[in-house]
């Protein structure tokens, strides 16, 4: 099966900086033609923050970060790439229409979509404000669902088509980061569903959870970093802490897998979520399964709560039960 892309149409969401920059420009290198996007020309999003809240170095590496669509698609044209710039907002539905429709009156077809455009922000369950909790949802997973819906009638069309949404490993749970992983995690659940429903159609939907340098790392990482020790009192591990940043290098790393599972010999991968980090590392998670069940037995109408305890105890979870929330996170 053909691994060459060349030729291919792509929307890449968020593509002004960061993870969704190295991956439009890896495609681009590999013959896609890319439609590069984010809301508004210029680093819009730099206004949520003021320099006086954070340390000088935190912002001084996010300038450094900062960029738009139109800088995206001007690096691939002079490294003589294809691109187009198309400012949407895709948290509204008629701008992820605009978009979508941008790439096929431009270049004739939807081939690949990068769904990457996320919000940024963290806060605990009594931090997390209904802006903040909108900010996170209204990108990462409407956004999502908005692409797919505009993109999807025309890749069954062509009877082929290459959706990867960004997740992040946040969807297990991530602490002081609630709105993040619940976002995150809708994505999983919404990609699940539409790779079963597009199966059929020869369109494949994967979940990838990357890992690279971005604006928003260098503000919210550092930021979570801080909250964790305010609320465990201590500093987090720092051999996690140097792997944690190895992985978060050049974002032009995580495009090589990102690429292989738009390719015609990836026809075969959907439904499936992926860890993708700059590093070159790769990781695939197991699908979700049961692992154990307990029954009433015949004729008994209820449980009770003491026959509960006994089978929670001895079949459902077993005495060696640790509760996922009692373990580490940083060490």
Not at 5 to 24: D, F, N, P, W
Not at 172 to 189: H, K, P
Request: glycine fraction near 10%.
């Amino acid at each position: 099966m053909s691994i060459n892309l060349e030729g291919k149409v792509a929307i890449v969401t968020g593509s002004g900086q960061g993870i969704g920059k190295g991956i439009a420009v890896y495609l681009a290198r590999q013959g896609v033609k890319v439609v590069t996007n984010n809301r508004k020309p210029g680093a819009g999003y730099l206004r949520q923050y003021k320099k006086e809240d954070m340390p000088e170095s935190d912002w001084n590496q996010m300038i450094a970060l900062a960029g738009d669509a139109e800088d995206t698609a001007a690096l691939i044209r002079a490294e003589g790439g294809e691109a187009t710039a198309c400012f949407a907002d895709i948290s509204q539905w008629s701008e992820a229409e605009k978009l979508v429709n941008c790439a096929v009156e431009t270049y004739g077809s939807i081939d690949i979509l990068i769904n990457n455009a996320a919000g940024m922000g963290g806060g605990t369950i009594e931090g997390c404000t209904e802006e903040i909790w909108l900010a996170h949802i209204a990108p990462k997973l409407n956004g999502s669902f908005f692409l797919m819906h505009f993109a999807v009638p025309h890749m069954i069309k062509q009877g082929s088509g290459r959706i990867l949404n960004a997740s992040s490993e946040a969807w297990l749970g991530l602490i002081g980061q609630d709105a993040y992983s619940a976002a995150n995690a809708g994505v999983v659940g919404l990609s699940w569903a539409a790779a079963k429903e597009l199966w059929r159609h020869g369109i494949t939907v994967n979940v990838f959870c990357p890992q690279g340098a971005s604006p928003a790392h260098a503000v919210e990482y550092n930021a979570m970093l801080r909250k964790v020790k305010e609320m465990t009192g201590k500093d987090p591990d720092p051999n996690i802490l140097r792997v944690v940043e190895h992985n978060h290098g050049d974002p032009v790393g995580i495009g090589p897998a990102i690429a292989y599972l738009c390719t015609e010999d990836a026809a075969h991968i959907s439904g499936a979520v992926f860890c993708i980090y700059a590093s070159g590392i790769v990781k695939y998670y197991s699908d979700p399964a049961p692992v154990s069940q307990i029954a009433l037995e015949e004729g008994q109408a209820l449980w009770t709560i003491e026959d509960l305890k006994v089978a929670f105890h001895q079949q459902l979870l077993g005495e060696d039960y640790v509760a996922p929330a009692s373990k580490p996170q940083w060490g």
